[in-house]
């Protein structure tokens, strides 16, 4: 199962601050019943890769919809194919490691 890290940098916005915009994009996996998880630096996605793919799309339009004229948006997807994994399941898979 493909799992995907996104991060959303709104650009020339009237503050610092960004996180009503990072809000209202993780609004669109919410009403979606996406499978999600917020960090303080970006949000995993858990799901098919069309259905991330068009996730993302909508998230990255967000900021545009609020007026933002510059928008940088990264993505980065582990697909791996053997099997279904999560991203908590990769993350306690790490823990365990750690003892």
């Not at 098919?48 to 967000?62: F, G, Q, R, S, T």
């Not at 993505?75 to 279904?84: A, F, L, M, P, T």
């Amino acid at each position: 199962m493909p799992i995907a890290t996104v991060n959303i940098i709104p650009l020339g916005t009237s503050t610092p601050s960004v996180g009503d915009y990072i809000a209202d994009c993780v609004r669109v996996l919410k009403e979606a019943g996406a499978s999600f998880e917020v960090d303080a630096m970006g949000t995993v996605i858990d799901g098919e890769i069309d259905e991330i793919l068009n996730l993302v799309k909508k998230m990255h339009a967000v900021p545009f919809e609020k007026g933002v004229q510059r928008v940088v948006t990264t993505v980065s997807i582990d697909d791996r194919r053997d099997k279904k994994v999560t991203a908590r399941e990769k993350l306690a898979s790490v823990m365990r490691r750690l003892g």
